[in-house]
């Protein structure tokens, strides 16, 4: 036999051995389940809690909704600080804020060449600020991305509830989305129609919900110009309300959802969605639409300084971040900048206490040095092992075989260890796949349950009793077979 058959033969059996060990790399990765999220949608999802800053005249006159009457004089922060706010929010662990560039009192915190309801007709820098500017460039420099609130009910324009004013509106939308940098989230608030000033007519307007906007060449405009901005509103297109400001979204929380009209309405729209079906979504739904939980540090939006000492605790904080991010939502938390221009001591305090439980509870995942026993991997094929799950990436993940739709994981520790959080990820490009998740811990000789729920998506955080176990183990279920991007056992500080 000549050395070239010999060679030939050589590396036959080198491929088989590879073979035989699982380092094979010919398996196709899983095809996509129901819908999926859209580049834009997989940023906002990275983002998981950021900030929202309700600023304008109600700061100073005292009011969550002022009436559109309000002199822009009254509008004058004596120590604005667009690098505090900011750093506030990072400190905070923030990935982003979102301006109330202008609310429902049509006073517009940019110098807009439409309107003289702006801080250009301010005391406040003698006319020549804008909040916009300034809160957006901090969060470029602190790597913090911004989003705009654009009420679409305007209580001071004196067209309001007339064609002219949804150009007015568009033009308005134009110079946020082209005059201030990359914008992450556009935020749609359903409040439409009321009483107001409208320019002095001093009246009731109300609206058609469902056609006065012409919703669809407002999204078309927002996606020519900022195409990776995700759209809230009760409707999406791009994120859903939770239906709810307390704090929360429903267990389970599926990421997809086909918005429905309410009762009376032609569409599903801002302002005009069956709004309750949001916190739950649905599993089978039409459209990647995954739930934002909105929800205010104190029982106001804007700042009051009789609410000073109604400042979340840190541990209600938490609870709010389990029950949002922890069921596959983001949260957003407002933070209101008070009348100097600045996030409030009591809000940085309460907010510092958060973040150093945050940061210590996951400090140390437990999951990471032990041995990873899953059921089966796909294809065999290393790109696919449960080590994915453990190695800090979103774009890996455990898999295993299509017909393998029931899957299992093994977690060996050395030694037993305490732990009350449990984190869980899906790899989001892939859809939605797992029905129901278990968690098991190994007592006695044998396997004993402490958590079981249904949806993962996003995140699943599981927050209990401590558990203390050097074996635990993961069950899934779905229609299909799971893609797990993260699993982690962690421990919150002793108190």
């Known amino acids: 036999m000549n050395k070239h058959l010999l060679t030939l033969r050589n590396l036959s059996i080198v491929c088989l051995s590879l073979c035989n060990c699982g380092m094979t790399r ?6 996509p389940y129901g819908a999926t999220p859209s580049p834009g949608q997989l940023q906002w999802h990275e983002m998981e809690f950021y900030g929202f800053l309700h600023f304008t005249v109600n700061t100073f006159t005292d009011k969550e909704w002022g009436y559109g009457d309000e002199n822009p004089s009254v509008f004058n922060p004596t120590d604005f600080s667009a690098e505090q ?3 506030t929010a990072k400190m905070a662990g923030m990935k982003g804020l979102i301006l109330t560039c202008k609310h429902h009192d049509g006073f517009c915190l940019w110098p807009s060449k439409y309107t003289e309801h702006s801080v250009k007709n301010s005391a406040w820098k003698g006319g020549k600020g804008d909040v916009v500017k300034e809160i957006s460039e901090a969060c470029r420099r602190h790597g913090l991305k911004f989003g705009t609130y654009l009420s679409p009910w305007d209580r001071n324009h004196a067209e309001y509830g007339r064609p002219a004013y949804v150009e007015y509106y568009r033009n308005q939308l134009r110079e946020l989305l082209t005059n201030y940098g990359p914008i992450s989230e556009i935020w749609w608030d359903g409040a439409n129609g009321g009483d107001g000033y409208y320019g002095g007519a ?6 058609d919900r469902s056609t006065y906007y012409g919703w669809d060449q407002s999204i078309r405009i927002a996606r020519e110009l900022q195409p990776l901005a995700v759209i809230f509103s009760d409707a999406g297109p791009g994120v859903r309300w939770c239906g709810n400001e307390s704090g929360f979204t429903n267990d389970p929380c599926w990421a997809c959802y086909t918005p429905h009209p309410a009762e009376g309405e032609k569409t599903a729209g801002p302002g005009t969605t069956m709004y309750q079906e949001g916190g739950p979504g649905h599993r089978d739904g039409k459209f990647w639409m995954p ?15 009789s609410q000073d000492k109604e400042v979340r605790s840190p541990e209600n904080l938490l609870k709010i971040y389990y029950e949002s991010v922890g069921r596959g939502a983001s949260l957003l938390l407002n933070l209101p900048p008070d009348r100097r221009g600045r996030i409030h001591e009591n809000d940085v305090a309460s907010l510092q206490g958060f973040r150093r439980t945050l940061d210590a509870t996951f400090a140390v995942n437990f999951a990471k040095d032990a041995a990873l026993k899953p059921s089966s991997v796909r294809g065999g094929d290393a790109r696919f092992a449960a080590a994915n799950l453990v190695d ?10 299509d017909g393998a739709k029931q899957a299992e994981l093994v977690v060996e520790m050395k030694a037993p260890r305490a732990f009350n959080v449990v984190d869980i990820r899906e790899y989001l490009p892939l859809g939605q796949r797992v029905d129901t998740w278990a968690l098991d811990k190994w007592v006695n000789g044998q396997w004993v349950e402490f958590a079981k729920g249904e949806a ?8 209990g009793a401590y558990q203390t176990a050097d074996r635990v183990r993961l069950r899934l279920s779905g229609p299909v077979c799971p893609a797990i991007s993260e699993f982690g056992l962690y421990a919150e500080p002793a108190k």
């Open 456 to 463: 993962i998506g996003a995140r699943r955080l599981w927050r």
């Open 202 to 207: 001093r009246e009731t307007r109300l609206i």
């Open 85 to 87: 706010i900011v750093t």
């Open 392 to 401: 800090g990436r979103r774009d890996t993940y455990w898999s295993t075989d």
């Open 26 to 31: 010919h398996a196709e990765p899983p095809a």
């Open 291 to 305: 739930a934002e939980v909105d929800v205010s540090i104190r029982p106001g939006w804007f700042y009051h300084s």
